[in-house]
Every structure is written in structure tokens, then in C-alpha cells.
């Protein structure tokens, strides 16, 4: 079976910086594949690259077993590959709907008539999101009043229903409570269930162990593997992420100071 | 998946039981907003209510404000001003400013009637207005796309790149001119090729003196009431909780009672004497009450009997607001209105109990609020026995300068003010806080409002000299009393609604719009036509212009633009987020230029109907008054930060420029203070506007 994304030592320089380099993973349809890494370790480049926000250095990147160069994030959406931003890309006055369908809203209608289907984009809002198991009151609630992990719900539904088929989600949980990461951990398998390919990205890996098939850890710009869940235990997953021997010589370290 | 099931374990469920029936598409989370909370938290509500009082302002201090000479040129006044605070509001839901929007206006008209002319050492092009006028629309869009443009490539503030697109016009107004006809007055449009044609639809006005209508009356009444009536029909249909099947007993009691409203005008109309108005007017009286309870028979559901207590802080708001009303007529009553006597000699001997009362007061309310903070030290002691000292004797002083400055008519004028709105206030709070939960109660509180103001029309009418408050505000009043008791009748009867019902919710609307476009033709017909008596009483002539339906048709486009379309979104978005809006795939960079382009055109569309009516246009025009589009829009409740905002609510603004601009002089004030007026309308507006925008979010 041929996955729905390879990366094959994917690299980006920005002048004499190396952000990334020798970046080979895959992501399969109806799996999730985490990638984390502390600040700094290159995630963010990562997903830039993949939503054609920038273009790779070198490497080659496969969608679907053909090679492919986003130069804008339209052509990536295009694509069907959805990306979910931290900052979340919404719009807080405006309502659910509204947001829900920004940039692509149904119309009826001949123009100079043509307008939003208002009913329709309503509808479709509230059912999408029902489907997804996100439960809003009232659509045209302005996004502004939903709490953090309602606005990722949004985000994430949205993302689904313009036929996404690769999802990739830029720290959704590091700016919630504990709770609300759950919920958010939630989608991510409903969308995983509708048979996307996620791509989970996080520093916390208590939020990527329950929910990822498969996880890549990065760290200052390099990959250090790709690991299938059964291949590395939670401990080890955590002792990978946190740099390793760095952590363990920072509790000794600690240690003796406290004396 | 068990542990994320863990974790969501409380996550909201929706559905589950208790939905009522007979509504769809609603969700019963939600609590049913009444259709005066809706209104409340829309954008152009302050702007409105501020138009509404500074109307009845100038109306009460002015001769002519209410009538058809008043009216029409401040439509016309509003039009030029309306039709780009509408499109510059666009602009700043958009998140951008146009600085050179003013001088455009005078830029494009120049340019059109340059295009036109044939004559000086250059000659202008010579072209028929058929060319010319799309010619000048093309460089109107260029300006527009310029800036867009500009401002996108550069990421410079649209403030600066559009100020330099200001002084670059300024510049080529005065160069070209000069240049071409050697004068800074461009005129003559008359002259053009076309001009026949284009005239009708640029410059073309309505005398309203020519255009005598003696069915005018009756047709007008007929309007108004009807539209009345549509309304209350969708009052009611937002507020109480339909019956079915419906009872069609009330609907013949309802059309009955119409009936014998219109039967009462009619007597009222047509007879003259004590006798035949006290009757005309126990006709309206009873009618209304039938066609009102005839009405909610006929559609919504009785209610078992409420109880009628009224306890605690409401009885408290009940007698304070019925003796500050008492007060205030009493105060009225008592007061000589003529007197130029100064308090001080009409209190005699009791001014000195007076000056020591409020010293006394003055020095209790800063004794409290200083006695904690002065134990804490010495200096706080000495300070403060310093601070009540002084606003003991500031009190006891203003009292007395108080009493010195204002005449007996002045203190009767502000104590008949204070007493009755404030006591009006103080009821209408009243029944507020009865609300939903005591029907009944709130229906006596409602019943004393009515005869309170029933009170109130009849001694203005006792005590005013001129006909604008003997007739106009006492039929206005005693109206709005016949309204205010038939609804308390009715409310304390029937159920209102707590769930929303969309079906009836749409009724209402439509209901709502047809009685409400029924009113406005009303008010047109009165306006645009006369009367044969009223020509025979020399009523002074009047003019409607075109611009005022190029001003409709704008506001009614650019309203429906930003709520019903995609690019209308797209505006909202852009001036949210503009960087969430790109990400998600928005064309920002687009919207904004054609925004600008928008701004342009509206300049282009101001300056031909500048140039059509005065055949003239100097070099200045339009030069400054960039700020006065941004301040109507900014009064019309548009944030200055962009995102948020309505086109209805700029037009409204414009309205409030343009009173201010006609009332001034009409009142008599040096047109000087306009300025200064405008001043603490753009910031009264501003903080109101602030304030209902954070009740909007919060109520969201």
C-alpha cells in the first residue's frame, strides 16, 4: 500500500541555518503520525513546508506516490492537505458558521444575485460538527466567546469537511487545560476514524502516546526516527523526547543543587 | 481510546429530553433573547437612539425642524455625506482608511467637467458627458486601485499611503485646473454634450410646493396606521407563545377594533368641540384596547392568573418614579414660567437654611468617604480633614452660586425635566425588574407608566403656548400611553414566550419590514407632496433631490453586500483577521483593493452629483472632509480597529452630521459650535458604542 504522504530526506536552510535536514517519514490513511520535538527542534518549519507556506531545500516530497511542490498554501489545500494553526486561523467577531465556511462559502443564485446560502452554511455547520461528536449551541455564536478547545473543534471540523484528506495539527493542546486537550485528543480520532491521515504535531508526549500510530521525534533540526507505537514504549518515548541523556544529567544536576 | 474516553467524561451531551414542541432548527440550551435584546446588541443601535434624541432636540428648540422645510434639506445635506460614510465604513470593517477619499470627491467631478470642456491654451478634451462620465469613473477606480495596491505591496498603514494619495490630488486639483482653464473654479457642465440625459439622473429635484395633493392627508393616516398595526402584529408575534388552533373570534374583534380606531380619527377629523373630541377620543381608546386584546385572542395562548404583588425594591422604584413625576408637575405647576427672577431672591430669607443643608450634606458624603482612609496616619488625617473642609464649603458655595445664576424659569424648566423623565425612568425599571417572572404586577406598573404620560401630554398641553407641543406632543403622547396600557393589558393576559420559535420569528420579521416600509411611504408622502390650504397658508418652499435616492440605493446595496455575500464575509474577515483570513484562503489582498476601488467609486458617484447640482466645483471641495465620513461611521458604530460594523449604522451617522450641520443654524446658535458639537457626539458615540459592543460579546 502506497501512503498518503513520504517524505524522503526533506531539508530547509534558512541562509546559513539548517532548520531541517534528513526528514524521512510517511503518513498513512486513517493513521496518526506524531512528530514531536522540543522549541526549536524544527517543527514549525516542518509544517510550513507541508502547507506550502515555504518550499523545501531538498528532498522530495510524494503525495499519493507523486512528487509534489506546494508553492502556496491554496495549492496544499488544493491538495487536500489541511493545516490547523496554532494561532487557529479565525476570525473571533464573526460567527461559527461564517468562520466555518470562510474563504469557501456555498452560494445560490445567479450573479449579480448570488449570495451565501446563509440556512444551508448554517445547517451544514451544526451537522458537520454534530458528526464529529462537537456539540454547538448556536452557530452563529462569534467565535471570539468559544473557549480554546471549542475553536479547535471548529477548526479541525472545518478542515475535515473541505476534504482534507491529510489533517496536520500545529500544537493544538499546548494552550489547554487538561480537560479540553482531551477533548481535542477526541477529534483527532474521529478524524482519524474518517480515514484522514493526521498529523499530529506536540512537545507533550502524554498528549501524543494514547492517540499516535506512529511518531517521529525531531530534535535541533534532525530527525531521530521514525517509531511505530508497538517498537517504543511510553517511557522510552518520553526519555527520547525530552533529549535523553540531557534530561538525565539535568536531574543530577538538579539533585545536588538542592543539597 | 479508554483513556481519551476517561479524560472527555463530561464533555456536553447534547439533545435529551424537554424539547418543547412546535419549534424546529433551535437549540433548547439556548434561551429565547426577546426581540428588544436582539436589537439591542446590533451595531448601529447606539447611532439610532442618539439620532432619535438629537432630532427631538432640535425639533423642541428649533421653529421649523419638524416640518418638510427642515426635513428636506437636511435629507440632502445627509446624502453626500451618507453616500461615503457608507462606502468608507466598508472600508473599515476591512481594516483600512482612506484619508484622500474627501478630496476625491471634488477631484472627480473636476476631472469629468475638464474631460468635458473645450476651451483655454490646452483645451480639455471636448468629449460628451456619455464618454466622460465613464472615462472619469475609470479614473476613480485607478485612484482606488492605487491605494489598495500601494498599501498591499509596501505594508505601509493605509493612514500614510492614502494621506500622500490626498496631498498628490490636492495638488493636481489646483495644478490642472490652473493649468487648463487658468481658474481654481471648474465650471459649467451645462455645457457638455448629454447634459439633458444626464441631468435627470444626477441633478434632478422635486418642488414640493409644485405638487399639490389634496387625498394627501387620509392616505398618509391610512399608511401610518396600518403600518402601526403590522408592528404591534409582529411585536406580539416575537413575544407571546402561539395558540392552536387559532381562535378566529380575535380576529374579527381585532379588525372590528381597527375599524372603530380609524371611525375615531375620523370623528376626531371631522368635528370640532369639546363634546365630539372627547368622544373621537373614547372611541380610540376603546378600539385599540379591543383590536389589541382582539389580536392576542386570536393568535397566542391565556395564561392562568399571575399574581399582582409587587414587593421590596420594585414598590420602592414604583413610588419614587410616581412622586419624582409629581415633583416635577408640581414643581412646574408652582413656578411662575415667565419669571427672569433669580432663585436667590425667590427663596428669600430661606436661601441661608438652603446653603447650610447642603454644606452639612457635602460635609456627611466626604466625611464617609474619607473617615477610614483618615486613621491610617497623620498626614492622611490632616490631609484628609483638608479634602472635607473644602467640599463642605464647595457645596455650601455651589448651592449658593447655583441659586444666584438660575432664573425661576430655568429651575422650573430642569425640575419639570428631571422630575418626569427620571420618574419615567424609574417605573420603566420598575416593570423591568417584575419582568417575566411577575406578568401581572409588571402589567400595573405598565398601566401606571400610560397614565403617567396620559398626565404629563395633558399639563404640557395645559401650559405650553405653541402648537408644536399643544398638538404634536400631545398626540405623540397620549398615543405612545394608549400603546404602553395595551400592552400591559395584554401581557398580564396571555403567555410569553421563553423558547425561540424560528417560524414565528420569521413571520414577525417579514411583518416587521412591511409595516415599517408602510410608516416610512407614510412619512414620504407627507413630505414630498403639499396641500392646497398649505399653499394658501404660505408654507416656504422645498426641495427633495436625487441625491437622497442615490443615498438609499447605496445604503441598501452596500448593506446587502456585507451581509448576504461572499465578498461581504470577506471584508468582515479581512478586517478581523487578516492574517486567519489568508491562511484559510481568502483573497485578502484582493478584497482590499477592491475596497478602496469601492471608496473611489463612491467618490466618483459624490462628485458627479456635486458637480450636476452646483454646475461648479472649486478646487477645495471635499478637501477635510475624509474625517467627517470617518466620524459618521465611526458614530454609526463601525470600529476604528476593523471587523466589526454596519453600513446602516453610517448612514444613521450621517443623519447625525447632517442635523447638527442644519439644526445649529436653525436654532439660532452661531454655526461656530457645530464643531465643538460634533466633538462630544464623535466621543459620546465612541464610549457608547464601546459599551454595547462588550454587552454584545458578553451576551453572545
Not at chain 1, 534532525?222 to 544529567?249: C, T, V, Y
Not at chain 2, 441633478?203 to 394627501?216: E, I
Not at chain 2, 473644602?390 to 430642569?414: C, H, K, P
Request: net charge neutral; hydrophobic share 50%.
Amino acid at each position: 500500500m502506497t501512503s498518503l504522504i513520504d517524505l524522503d530526506n526533506v531539508g530547509k536552510f534558512y541562509g546559513n541555518i539548517i532548520a531541517l535536514k534528513g526528514v524521512t517519514t510517511h503518513v498513512n490513511a486513517g493513521e496518526v503520525t506524531c512528530v514531536l520535538g522540543d522549541n526549536g527542534a524544527g517543527k514549525s518549519t516542518f509544517i510550513k513546508i507541508l502547507a506550502g507556506v515555504h518550499q523545501r531545500d531538498e528532498g522530495d516530497i510524494e503525495l499519493e506516490g507523486r512528487p509534489v511542490n506546494f508553492e502556496s498554501p491554496r495549492e496544499a489545500l488544493d491538495n487536500g492537505i489541511a493545516t490547523v494553526y496554532q494561532d487557529l486561523a479565525m476570525v473571533p467577531l464573526m460567527s461559527v458558521w461564517r468562520n466555518f465556511f470562510l474563504g469557501s462559502e456555498p452560494t445560490k443564485g445567479v450573479w449579480p444575485f448570488r449570495r451565501v446560502d446563509i440556512d444551508k452554511a448554517k445547517a451544514i455547520a451544526k451537522d458537520e460538527m454534530g458528526k464529529m461528536g462537537i456539540d454547538i449551541r448556536d452557530t452563529d455564536q462569534s467565535v471570539g466567546t468559544l473557549s480554546g478547545g471549542e475553536r479547535q473543534s471548529v477548526a479541525i471540523a472545518r478542515a475535515v469537511y473541505f476534504g482534507a484528506k491529510v489533517l496536520i495539527l500545529d500544537e493544538p493542546t499546548s494552550a489547554l487545560g487538561v480537560k479540553q486537550s482531551g477533548v481535542v485528543l477526541k477529534y483527532i480520532i474521529a478524524a482519524r476514524d474518517r480515514g484522514l491521515g493526521v498529523i499530529f504535531i506536540t512537545h507533550n508526549p502524554h498528549h501524543a502516546y494514547p492517540v499516535g500510530d506512529r511518531f517521529m521525534i525531531l530534535n535541533r533540526g534532525h530527525s531521530m526516527g521514525n517509531f511505530a507505537k508497538d517498537d517504543l514504549p511510553r517511557d522510552e518515548l518520553i526519555r527520547m523526547m525530552a533529549g535523553g541523556a540531557e534530561l538525565e544529567a539535568l536531574a543530577h544536576e538538579l539533585e545536588s543543587t538542592e543539597r | 481510546m479508554s483513556e481519551i474516553a476517561a479524560a472527555t467524561g463530561d464533555q456536553p451531551v447534547g439533545g435529551g429530553a424537554g424539547k418543547p414542541i412546535g419549534v424546529e432548527g433551535v437549540d433548547e440550551r439556548l434561551a429565547y433573547r426577546g426581540v428588544f435584546q436582539r436589537l439591542l446588541i446590533r451595531p448601529e443601535i447606539g447611532a439610532i437612539i442618539g439620532a432619535a434624541a438629537i432630532w427631538l432636540f432640535f425639533w423642541a428648540v428649533t421653529g421649523g425642524f419638524g416640518t418638510a422645510g427642515g426635513i428636506l434639506p437636511t435629507m440632502a445635506v445627509a446624502a453626500n455625506l451618507g453616500i461615503m460614510a457608507v462606502v468608507v465604513s466598508m472600508l473599515m470593517i476591512g481594516g483600512e482608511f482612506d484619508l484622500s477619499s474627501g478630496a476625491a470627491t471634488g477631484t472627480l467631478g473636476i476631472v469629468t467637467i475638464l474631460l468635458v470642456k473645450d476651451v483655454g491654451e490646452l483645451g480639455g478634451a471636448g468629449l460628451s458627458l456619455y464618454i466622460a462620465i465613464p472615462l472619469s469613473l475609470v479614473v476613480a477606480l485607478a485612484i482606488g486601485w492605487t491605494n489598495g495596491v500601494v498599501v498591499e505591496r509596501t505594508g505601509l498603514p493605509s493612514f500614510i499611503v492614502t494621506l500622500a494619495m490626498f496631498f498628490v490630488l490636492r495638488g493636481f486639483k489646483l495644478g490642472f485646473s490652473k493649468k487648463i482653464i487658468d481658474n481654481i473654479s471648474v465650471g459649467r457642465v451645462d455645457e457638455g454634450h448629454g447634459y439633458d440625459f444626464f441631468v435627470k439622473i444626477f441633478g434632478s429635484s422635486w418642488a414640493r410646493n409644485d405638487h399639490t395633493w389634496d387625498a394627501r392627508d387620509p392616505v398618509y393616516m391610512v399608511l401610518v396606521l396600518a403600518g402601526a398595526a403590522l408592528l404591534a402584529l409582529a411585536l406580539y408575534e416575537f413575544n407571546f407563545r402561539r395558540r392552536s388552533p387559532f381562535n378566529p373570534t380575535g380576529m374579527f374583534a381585532f379588525l372590528g377594533g381597527l375599524a372603530g380606531v380609524v371611525a375615531g380619527i375620523a370623528i376626531l377629523h371631522t368635528t370640532d368641540g369639546v363634546g365630539a373630541n372627547a368622544l373621537a377620543a373614547l372611541v380610540i381608546t376603546g378600539s385599540a384596547i379591543v383590536a389589541f386584546l382582539g389580536l392576542a385572542v386570536w393568535r397566542y395562548e391565556r395564561q392562568s392568573a399571575g399574581s399582582v404583588e409587587i414587593t421590596g425594591t420594585s414598590l420602592y422604584l414604583v413610588v419614587g418614579g410616581l412622586v419624582a413625576i409629581g415633583l416635577g408637575i408640581g414643581a412646574a405647576w408652582a413656578l411662575d414660567v415667565d419669571s427672569q427672577q433669580t432663585v436667590l431672591d425667590l427663596v428669600g430669607f430661606a436661601r441661608w437654611p438652603v446653603v447650610i443643608v447642603s454644606g452639612v450634606v457635602g460635609f456627611r458624603m466626604s466625611y464617609q468617604r474619607l473617615a477610614t482612609h483618615m486613621a491610617v496616619s497623620h498626614e492622611a488625617r490632616v490631609q484628609g480633614i483638608v479634602a472635607v473642609g473644602w467640599l463642605t464649603l464647595l457645596s455650601a458655595f455651589g448651592a449658593y452660586a447655583f441659586m444666584f445664576m438660575a432664573t425661576e424659569q430655568g429651575l422650573r424648566a430642569m425640575l419639570f425635566a428631571t422630575g418626569v423623565i427620571g420618574g419615567l425612568i424609574t417605573l420603566a425599571m420598575a416593570a423591568h425588574r417584575l419582568g417575566r417572572a411577575l406578568p401581572a404586577a409588571r402589567s400595573v406598573v405598565l398601566f401606571l407608566i400610560a397614565v403617567s404620560i396620559a398626565v404629563i401630554a395633558f399639563f404640557m398641553r395645559s401650559q405650553s403656548g405653541t402648537p408644536k407641543f399643544r398638538a404634536e406632543a400631545f398626540t405623540v403622547l397620549l398615543a405612545l400611553a394608549l400603546l404602553i396600557l395595551c400592552w400591559g393589558i395584554v401581557s398580564a393576559v396571555f403567555v410569553q414566550r421563553r423558547h425561540g420559535d424560528a417560524a414565528a420569528d420569521r413571520l414577525a420579521s417579514r411583518v416587521a419590514i412591511v409595516g415599517g416600509a408602510a410608516v416610512i411611504a407614510g412619512v414620504l408622502v407627507r413630505l414630498l407632496f403639499t396641500t392646497q390650504d398649505e399653499i394658501d397658508a404660505g408654507i416656504p418652499p422645498a426641495q427633495f433631490r436625487v441625491e437622497f435616492l442615490w443615498f438609499i440605493a447605496v445604503t441598501l446595496v452596500a448593506t446587502y453586500v456585507l451581509g448576504k455575500t461572499r465578498f461581504g464575509s470577506w471584508i468582515f474577515a479581512v478586517g478581523g483577521n487578516k492574517q486567519a483570513a489568508r491562511q484559510i484562503g481568502v483573497p485578502a489582498a484582493r478584497t482590499k483593493t477592491q475596497l478602496f476601488m469601492i471608496v473611489s467609486a463612491g467618490a466618483w458617484l459624490v462628485g458627479l452629483l456635486l458637480a450636476f447640482r452646483l454646475n461648479t466645483i472649486q478646487s477645495g471641495t471635499g478637501n477635510g472632509l475624509e474625517f467627517e465620513y470617518i466620524i459618521a461611521a465611526v458614530v454609526g458604530g463601525t470600529a476604528l480597529t476593523g471587523g466589526y460594523g454596519s453600513v446602516f449604522g453610517a448612514a444613521i451617522g450621517a443623519f447625525i452630521m447632517a442635523m447638527s450641520t442644519q439644526g445649529i443654524p436653525a436654532a439660532r446658535w452661531n454655526s461656530d459650535w457645530r464643531f465643538a458639537f460634533l466633538g462630544m457626539i464623535l466621543l459620546g458615540a465612541v464610549i457608547a458604542n464601546n459599551f454595547i459592543r462588550k454587552q454584545a460579546e458578553a451576551s453572545r
